[in-house]
């Protein structure tokens, strides 16, 4: 990661709080306070081919994905924002676990990162844009797949493992 210009006080908190109030709707399946954080024609990309644009698309998508879980708790750990390249944009990267139970009981773990863009719009930070980099998917116990081994990250830089 290349060196970044750091956001003012001020904006890094209010980028960090709506890193957290995104979680926090997400535990609470409120789906008007997750809404709430997105810009109007922003992007979600989940990988694996699960992107969308547009606020109400997004917000379809997430219901619709809720809908597979009967409990979640995501958990927001380290982080950081950092100025973008206009007036008004930030970008940003927040790391997550989430912890889950499926509908059909099962349960695991999701060890990621979001990869995040962000608008002031109408005075308020909002993501413009989430990307998720999944490091692990699987069985708490940690016995499923990790995405982030050393080859892995080395395939991704075009080396040989």
Same mark, same amino acid.
């Given at each position: ?6 956001? *003012?006080?001020?904006d #890094?908190? !209010? $980028?960090?709080?709506? +890193? =957290?109030r ?7 399946r &409120?789906?008007?306070q ?30 619709? *994905?809720?809908?597979? #879980?009967? !409990? $979640?708790?995501?958990? +927001? =750990? ?8 206009? &007036? ?8 997550i676990?989430e ?7 099962e ?13 002031r ?27 982030n081994?050393?080859a892995a990250?080395d ?7």
């Amino acid at each position: 990661m290349s060196l970044h210009l750091p956001l *003012a006080t001020d904006d #890094f908190v !209010a $980028v960090q709080r709506l +890193v =957290h109030r995104y979680s926090e709707a997400v535990v609470h399946r &409120d789906a008007a306070q997750w809404s709430s954080c997105w810009a109007p024609d922003a992007e979600w990309d989940l990988g694996g081919g699960r992107k969308v644009s547009g606020r109400d698309d997004i917000v379809a998508l997430w219901t619709r *994905a809720m809908g597979g #879980f009967s !409990a $979640v708790v995501q958990m +927001v =750990h380290n982080g950081d924002a950092w100025r973008g390249d206009g &007036d008004g944009t930030a970008s940003g990267r927040w790391f997550i676990d989430e912890r889950f139970q499926r509908t059909d009981g099962e349960t695991g773990m999701l060890l990621a990162h979001y990869d995040d863009r962000y608008e002031r719009v109408g005075g308020e930070w909002l993501f413009s844009s989430r990307f998720l980099e999944v490091h692990y998917r699987g069985a708490a116990d940690l016995s499923g797949r990790f995405f982030n081994t050393a080859a892995a990250f080395d395939e991704r830089r075009g080396m040989d493992a």
